[in-house]
């Protein structure tokens, strides 16, 4: 598969959550406490990822790469030849046209049921 459903290994993760605590720690040293006034964002919970805003180039890139990932998957569908779509068609036709002659008989009799009822 392409870097879309690409899983991390343990080692990425370990190093991931390490670059997020410098990063943390480094914002903490360059004066955004709560006592100067920064508001900031609490942490998502491991394992949760936060939607990025539109990043041009990037957004692309993936982008591209998903319609890539759907032709390769359109090339491995099986198809249905002509006789099995117009055979299938036919099949869906005829079942439409016993439930609304069913459908249409149901209601002509009761609506003369209410009729003599009412009337």
């Not at 360059?30 to 990043?55: I, Y």
Request: net charge positive; aromatic share 6%.
């Amino acid at each position: 598969m392409g870097k879309l459903l690409k899983k991390k290994s343990p080692e990425q993760k370990k190093k991931a959550r390490e670059k997020a605590e410098v990063r943390k720690d480094d914002g903490e040293k360059q004066g955004a406490s709560p006592a100067s006034g920064a508001v900031s964002k609490p942490a998502p919970p491991p394992g949760v990822t936060v939607r990025q805003p539109f990043k041009g180039p990037r957004f692309w890139a993936v982008t591209m790469q998903f319609l890539r990932e759907v032709r390769m998957e359109l090339k491995k569908v099986t198809w249905p030849s002509r006789r099995q779509t117009v055979g299938s068609t036919v099949v869906v036709i005829v079942f439409v046209l016993m439930v609304a002659a069913y459908l249409g008989l149901a209601d002509k009799l009761l609506s003369s049921i209410i009729w003599m009822v009412l009337g």
